[in-house]
């Protein structure tokens, strides 16, 4: 590492699943990729004070505190890390940037377009003095969607006609699973369609490069009522045992829609925590005039690409493995065939985030295009709200400058 090397402390707020996915990315990205900037994982933050110093000392954090608002005033702090529930993300991005710090929230922006209307303003506020903000859609940083994006958008994949993108889980199908955040609209905003439904609506449009204009939408509540959690938590929880109180679910279970593309094409998106069987399936192909490209999180090294241009004969799908050096990412890992993971992409977009910072460029997603994921969504719970009826998705307004 350079001498001359600029230390950025980042204070993250969160220490659970995105916490520790982050912290792993927060101690890996300076020793794989080679950055003008330095990242120290300076203060955790949760509300349970044993709690986050167990969780400081595990993910490696030099110190802790129970109150984000200490965390943002600490003049010591450049970076905010999100990675709480939904219901606290417009709050603290907020407060972060107008302390002059940059942020890095976790996905969706929001849970509501007003809330993510307000980040987005808060965000360019802080950009005229040099802030930075992006949103932790983590999947576009998988190497293989990367690869994915650039097929298209060398033209390799010609008009798009089609993309077909699904999110599939089965974490809550026993109906004693009990009554997390992630159940609770005050807390989430929404349930698969904007924790799960957000990933595949932002990766389909990266890759596409285009937007979605309109929707028409399905929306269930399988199970309406669950027993309240003994303690709240994310994806892995325990109910208060049998005789448990019940609470009502107050969020879509599943979520099914489709869209047009401002581009011309069709897609259709399905995203669900009811798939028995499909722990987290993210699945996305696209079909273009001169080829298709597919998707499967699950072998997340490969992407199976279709060159119509190639010979009749030799037609077919073919499986690219993408951990060559000169795919996205990917020279910074390991020598070729070498495969890497889910974390990875954590890494990269911390890279991508660091990276925009030292080099004073907007970084991307930004929460401007995480304010037009945060529309699509609104229109796809009005649409089903409606009886499907079709519903325009509102254009994402220039970033508002104070
Ligand atoms: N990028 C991805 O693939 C991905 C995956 C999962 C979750 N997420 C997003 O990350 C965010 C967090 O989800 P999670 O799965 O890590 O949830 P989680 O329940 O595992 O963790 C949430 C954390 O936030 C803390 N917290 C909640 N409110 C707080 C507050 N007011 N002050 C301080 N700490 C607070 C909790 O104590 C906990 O540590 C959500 O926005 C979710 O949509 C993104």
Same mark, same amino acid.
């Given at each position: 590492m350079s001498t001359n090397e600029k230390e950025l402390r980042v204070g993250m707020v969160g220490y659970a699943f995105m916490g520790a996915a982050h912290s792993q990315a927060w101690r890996t990205v300076n020793r794989v990729f080679d950055l003008p900037v330095r990242a120290r994982m300076a203060l955790i933050c949760g509300r349970d004070e044993s709690k986050v110093a167990d969780a400081a000392g595990r993910l490696g954090w030099e110190g802790h505190t129970t109150d984000w608002r200490e965390l943002i005033a600490r003049d010591d702090i450049d970076i905010v890390d999100v990675c709480t529930p939904g219901d606290s993300h417009a709050e603290i991005t907020i407060a $972060?940037? !107008?302390?002059?710090?940059?942020? +890095?929230c976790e996905k969706p922006l929001a849970n509501t377009v007003e809330e993510a209307r307000a980040m987005v303003a808060a965000a360019a506020k802080a950009q005229t003095v040099g802030v930075r903000a992006m949103c932790g859609f983590n999947y576009r940083r998988v190497p293989a969607v990367s690869l994915m994006r650039e097929l298209v958008a060398s033209g390799r994949l010609g008009v798009i006609r089609h993309v077909r993108a699904v999110y599939l889980q089965d974490w809550i199908t026993d109906p004693q699973f009990p009554l997390v955040w992630r159940l609770q609209k005050d807390k989430a905003g929404s349930g698969a369609l904007g924790d799960i439904g957000a990933h595949i609506i932002d990766l389909t449009q990266f890759v596409t490069g285009q937007r979605i204009t309109g929707v028409s939408a399905i929306t269930e509540t399988f199970?309406? !009522?669950? &027993? +309240? &959690? $003994?303690e709240s938590s994310g994806l892995a929880a325990s109910a208060d045992g049998a005789g448990a109180a019940m609470g009502q679910v107050t969020v879509d279970d599943a979520a099914v829609f489709v869209a047009r593309l401002d581009g011309g094409g069709l $897609?259709?998106?399905e995203a669900t925590r009811f798939a028995t069987g499909r722990r987290n399936a993210l699945r996305v192909e696209i079909n273009g005039s001169l080829g298709s490209v597919a998707f499967d999180l699950e072998r997340l090294n490969e992407l199976e690409f279709y060159d119509a241009? !190639? &010979?009749g004969a030799e037609q077919g799908f073919r499986r690219i493995l993408v951990t060559e050096g000169d795919h996205p990412y990917m020279a910074a890992w390991w020598p070729p065939g070498h495969i890497i993971g889910y974390e990875h992409s954590f890494t990269h977009e911390l890279r991508d985030f660091l990276a925009a910072i030292a080099t004073g460029s907007d970084p991307t997603p930004s929460f401007t295009d995480a304010l037009q994921v945060q529309l699509v969504l609104d229109a796809v719970a009005r649409s089903a709200g409606l009886g499907s009826s079709w519903t325009e998705v509102e254009p994402v307004p220039a970033p508002v400058t104070a």
């Open positions: $972060a940037l !107008e302390a002059g710090k940059h942020v +890095l199970v309406k !009522e669950r &027993p +309240l &959690p $003994a $897609a259709t998106y241009s !190639e &010979p």
